[in-house]
């Protein structure tokens, strides 16, 4: 068995740092690029009452930097190992746009945590890594 191109998708917590620490090991067995995607979900109107444009605006620059930190931390995690991987930040829904970046890149695995950023203690698998798991073309490492 192999893969060719492996994406992880990255949003800084523990345990998408566990799911691109197995990616890495992945990729350097297989010998697989390694794509370490990251992404930024637009601004949730529905939480507040009134805010101007340029405020939404900051928001979203504020949230790309801190993903782009996120993904230049995981760069570095990779490059230990040995590993140059590609980064990249998306917006939009996560699992959407991973499974977008996915197709459109031939990335034949996807690699994430069974948890994530927020969300709730509680669930076992998140609504990121579920969707994935139910809606992705292609096959999807959970890790836990
Ligand atoms: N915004 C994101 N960008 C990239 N990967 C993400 C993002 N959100 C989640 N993931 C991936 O999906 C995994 C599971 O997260 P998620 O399903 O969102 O759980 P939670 O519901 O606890 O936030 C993370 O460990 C990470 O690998
Ligand atoms: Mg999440």
Redesign the pocket.
């Known amino acids: 068995m192999s893969y060719k191109n492996i994406l ?4 800084g ?1 523990d ?6 620490k197995k990616a890495v090991e992945l990729s350097k067995i297989m010998k697989s690029d390694l794509h370490i ?5 637009p601004f949730q109107f529905a939480a507040v009452d009134f805010i101007l444009p340029e405020e939404i605006e900051a928001y979203e620059k504020e949230e790309i930097s801190k ?1 782009e930190r996120f993904l230049k931390e995981a760069l570095e995690i990779a490059k230990e190992s040995g590993i140059e991987a590609k980064t990249k930040v ?1 917006e939009g829904e ?2 959407e ?2 499974m977008s970046y996915a197709d459109a890149n031939g990335c034949d695995l996807i ?11 509680r ?1 076992i ?8 798991v139910k809606y992705a073309n292609q096959s999807v490492l ?2 836990k």
Request: aromatic share 4%; no cysteine.
């Open positions: 992880v998708g990255y949003d917590s345990p998408s740092k566990k799911a691109l995607v990251g992404v930024v979900r993903e998306l996560p699992a746009e991973l690699v994430v945590g069974h948890r994530g950023a927020g969300g709730f203690k669930l698998l998140g609504t990121t890594a579920g969707n994935l959970v890790v």
